[in-house]
């Protein structure tokens, strides 16, 4: 009897000797390490930009996560590649755009006149970009407005879509993102996009607007 009892215990465990999710993506940190540790670490680098925009779908994920995590560290090394984020950012492969929506934000705050020159790009992918996508774009935009007030006029109009097309719990997150990242009229004109969907988006989200921005809720609300 007690051999049989045993015997359940141990099959009861052998599914934790599987390799989890959590312990698979410890590889692309690996890999991240190693190239951080390295004393010319760009050409390791160049080598993951390449394949994540141009390899076989699996190693353009792998790649991907690994610049993802090479982002979270120093930012300052994927400089050289926005103009692959640039394109990822409307890529087909979702985790390439999630690296891409890391990475644009962070380059726009350590280099914003590199992602400018990417603007033409970056807006024009917008509108056909998915969640995860338009979020790093409207982060990217802020951060290029909130580097110099020269940049607002080329994004006003792509911010205004954005915060027009957003449903309640993305505008309350995009407006604490934006509207601090633009002065003078464009600021005014933002606001005014907000406050005017206020009475479109469900209260809870309205009312954490409203608080944000100062304001009461109209009594119509509903």
Known sequence: MTTKKQSREDDT???????????????????????LADESPQSKIAEHGETMMEGPRTAATQSARVLSEVIVEKPELVVPLVAKFAKGISSSNKRVVQTSSEALPAIARIAPARVARQL????????????????????????????????????????TLALNGADGKTLLAWSQIVLPALKGEPHARARAVVEGRLDLIPRSYAQQIADFLGIKLRTRYR
């Open 120 to 159: 033409d790009v970056l807006k024009g992918s917008f509108e056909d970009a998915n969640d995860v996508g338009k979020d790093g774009l409207v982060k990217t935009f802020a951060a290029l407005c909130t580097a110099s007030v020269a940049y607002q006029k080329r994004l006003e109009p792509v911010l």
């Open 13 to 35: 465990e052998a599914p934790d000797a599987k390799p989890t999710k959590k312990a698979a993506s410890g590889g692309a940190s690996g890999v991240a390490q190693k190239i």
